[in-house]
Every structure is written in structure tokens, then in C-alpha cells.
Nanobody, 121 residues
Framework: VQLQAYGGGLVQAGGSLRLSCAAS????????IGWFREAPGKDRDFVAA???????LYADSVKGRFTLSRDNARNAVYLQMNSLKAEDTAVYYC????????????????WGQGTLVTVSS
């Protein structure tokens, strides 16, 4: 499967963005999808994940602000980000796997190219 992450941009603190992870080559509903982010000078951190069965997990730092959803007809997973903060600034990546383990501990075998989110304070 090939993944493409897009939807990033520049937004003021308190604003919203919706990131998309579009899959081609195989239906995204077959995969567990994880979102991770990499801020400048920092490691890649887990943000959120959605399993093949629709289960979701969120990092504590984004709970209540970010929401995952799937659109199987469009073969995509969306990350709705509300109440954005300056500390959300990062390159966001989506990854996919077919493994039993997903979420922050999962190994993701396929990655999109990343999309930059910049939140100005």
C-alpha cells in the first residue's frame, strides 16, 4: 500500500486542521493506521491510531482535541485537530500495518511522506 499524508499548513493557536492519510494499492480499511509527529530536534512521537476494527487510541497530549475517522469509500483516514497549540507544531506522518499490534507500540511497515503543521502562538 502507498500512503499520502496531506492537509498540513499554518494555523493560529486555537484553530483547526484536518489531516488526511490516503491509501492506494489496497483498501485502507484493511490496515491499522497510526499518526505520529516529529517536532524539530525531537523524536517521532505517537499521536493517534485507528485499528482495522475501528478502535482508536490517542496520546494524552491530544485527547479531547484530536479525532480520528475513516472514510472507506475514499480509502482514507482523517485526523481532525482542534484547539491547536504551538506545541502541536511538527511534521505529521501516517503509517500502516497489518499486524496484531497497533497503536503506539506497533511497528508500521508503510509510511506516507509527512505533512507539516505549524501553529503560531
Amino acid at each position: 500500500v502507498q500512503l499520502q499524508a496531506y492537509g498540513g499548513g499554518l494555523v493560529q493557536a486555537g484553530g483547526s486542521l484536518r489531516l488526511s492519510c490516503a491509501a492506494s494499492g489496497r483498501t485502507s480499511s484493511s490496515y491499522n493506521i497510526g499518526w505520529f509527529r516529529e517536532a524539530p530536534g525531537k523524536d517521532r512521537d505517537f499521536v493517534a491510531a485507528i485499528s482495522r476494527n475501528g478502535g482508536t487510541l490517542y496520546a494524552d497530549s491530544v485527547k479531547g482535541r484530536f479525532t480520528l475517522s475513516r472514510d472507506n469509500a475514499r480509502n482514507a483516514v482523517y485526523l481532525q485537530m482542534n484547539s491547536l497549540k504551538a506545541e502541536d507544531t511538527a511534521v505529521y506522518y501516517c503509517g500502516a500495518n497489518l499486524r496484531r499490534v497497533w497503536g503506539p507500540q506497533g511497528t508500521y511497515d508503510y509510511w506516507g511522506q509527512g505533512t507539516l503543521v505549524t501553529v503560531s502562538s
